[in-house]
Nanobody, 112 residues
Framework: QVQLVESGGGLVQAGESLRLSCAVD????????AGWFRQATGKQRELVAD???????NYADFVKGRFTISRDIAKNTLYLRMNNLSPEDTAVYYC??????WGQGTQVTVSS
């Protein structure tokens, strides 16, 4: 069982930035997969960005150039840096590892 705890969400205005953190109760360097997903009210959960064990990253088209996924192996923490936020980014953001374990989510709300 791997526990994930997200933090860093909040209420910001359009154009501002946030950095989400996901503390992983495991050696993140040994994980084959880690990613950030989001779910807006009334919509399905969708991939935002992910990173593989060897450091390859992948981004959804709607965040390319604005969001950056990274990890701190020493701290076993996954990050999502979000710049130039827009109201369309409002959602609950979840981290996932191994495409199996989920965190509880952190709310991001962007006002116009």
């Amino acid at each position: 069982q791997v526990q994930l705890v997200e933090s860093g969400g909040g209420l910001v205005q359009a154009g501002e930035s946030l950095r989400l953190s996901c503390a992983v109760d495991a050696a993140i360097a040994s994980l084959n997969y880690a990613g950030w997903f989001r779910q807006a009210t009334g919509k399905q959960r969708e991939l935002v960005a992910d990173i593989t064990r060897d450091g390859r990253t992948n981004y959804a088209d709607f965040v390319k150039g604005r969001f950056t996924i990274s990890r701190d192996i020493a701290k076993n923490t996954l990050y999502l840096r979000m710049n130039n936020l827009s109201p369309e980014d409002t959602a609950v953001y979840y981290c996932n590892v191994e495409k199996y374990y989920w965190g509880q989510g952190t709310q991001v709300t962007v006002s116009s």
